[in-house]
């Protein structure tokens, strides 16, 4: 059986630091030197609003995006929360994820949850 080569993080801790220094760091450093073949930021609750917010993120967020990270926001927060189109103008692909994030653990996939 072959291994999956694809990494997803669970991001929902909004601190800007851990948002920069952690999350966009890793990911973006992830693909430029092939850690990984897929990485995917998975947008879950308050981070939705910081992304939506700060110029800050969005500019990483584009960095990572030419890099190749993939970024996805449940959309349920981002309804809540108001930012849904704010999202997807910025190229972030909002959907409901609760049951893709049970097939990623029931699935055994890599995933980091920060």
Partial sequence: MEKSNELY??????DILTSEKMVMMYTTNSMLQKWWDNV?????????????????????I???????????A???????????????????????????LTDIFKNGEKLITI
């Fill in 9 to 14: 993080i669970l991001w929902t801790n909004a």
């Fill in 40 to 60: 995917t930021v998975i947008i879950w609750g308050a981070t939705a609003k910081l992304v939506a917010e700060s110029d800050l993120i969005q500019n990483k």
């Fill in 62 to 72: 584009k960095i990572a995006q030419h890099a190749g990270v993939k970024f996805s």
């Fill in 74 to 100: 449940c959309k349920a927060c981002a309804d809540q929360l108001g930012v849904s189109d704010k999202l997807t103008n910025l190229g972030i692909e909002v959907l409901y994820w609760g049951e893709g």
